[in-house]
């Protein structure tokens, strides 16, 4: 394999937002009025110099930084922030000679993570609107939303990247990856890379499992765990046939319910099978 780290990560990207059906997301037959499928083009391409900084060593925190400024010139807003925050240490972890793409390298690259590397992550803010939900009132001052106008609060509560996202594990399913060594990723990029077919026919089938095995935070986060719920029963109802994948995947982008930290994982699980061979 000749692709560079930076270039997979692309890649990564752009075979997740080309996977069709996935249910709510923009993919190549389905979008929203205001959030395009050029722009989900647009904002992979824009992350490549953030993704090769993180495999080429530089902080974390910077990479995703720089990674989500490039994704963000395009006019859709935020595309990939999520996808960023995912990749971004398993690019990490493949770029260094002293780990490698495991959960057990990965997590020394969390690890490793400071409070400039939680710098990093909060100027991100700066170049998009991301849906999180409001922090406790105590906590208001360290609002990632706020972007880099927290940077002295992050640093006087002195919390390195690793340690902020391991707050939101129990809310957030991508800094529970984080916290945990990627277990749902790894798992997800071995059933990527040991089927047969189109990469991109195999991610969306992967994209519906992991919809029906666990409540998408991001839906949690934006309709409520009712609406989360309701997901992931029909998504089941997809995998064994009882309902139409196609229409539900119709039904769910009418209704604006976007499972972003499913396709979130399944973006970072393309970019472990690709790192791992898997060639489009």
Not at 20 to 43: I, M, S
Not at 100 to 117: C, F, I, K, Q, Y
Not at 177 to 197: Q, V, Y
Request: proline letters at 4%; charged letters at 25%; aromatic letters at 4%.
């Amino acid at each position: 394999m000749s692709r560079s780290v930076a270039a997979n990560a692309e890649l990564a990207l752009l075979l997740e937002v080309a996977s069709t059906p996935k249910p709510g997301n923009v993919d190549r037959h389905r979008e929203y009025p205001a959030l395009r499928f050029e722009q989900f083009l647009a904002g992979a391409v824009g992350t490549r110099s953030g993704f090769a900084s993180a495999a080429a060593g530089e902080p974390v925190g910077r990479a995703i930084e720089r990674a989500v400024a490039g994704m963000s010139d395009q006019d859709g807003g935020n595309t990939q922030f999520g996808a960023v925050l995912a990749i971004a240490p398993l690019a990490a972890a493949a770029g260094r000679s002293d780990t490698t793409l495991s959960p057990d390298g990965v997590s020394v690259v969390v690890a490793e993570t400071t409070v400039e590397d939680t710098v990093g992550f909060y100027r991100a803010f700066d170049h998009v609107d991301v849906a999180v939900g409001d922090p406790p009132e105590e906590l208001a001052a360290l609002d990632v939303r706020r972007g880099s106008e927290a940077v002295s609060a992050v640093r006087e509560r002195g919390l390195a990247l690793a340690e902020l996202l391991a707050e939101s594990a129990d809310v957030d399913d991508i800094a529970r990856e984080w916290t945990r060594g990627f277990p749902r990723t790894f798992c997800a990029a071995e059933e990527i890379a040991g089927r047969e077919g189109p990469v991109t026919d195999r991610a969306a089938a992967v994209f519906l499992e992991l919809l029906a095995d666990r409540l998408d935070t991001f839906v949690i986060t934006k309709h409520g765990r009712e609406t989360a719920s309701e997901v992931r029963r029909r998504a089941r109802a997809a995998l064994n046939g009882t309902e139409d994948v196609d229409a539900l995947a119709a039904e769910l982008v009418d209704r604006g319910i976007n499972p972003g930290t499913t396709a979130d994982l399944v973006a970072a699980a393309l970019f472990v099978a690709l790192q791992r061979g898997t060639s489009p």
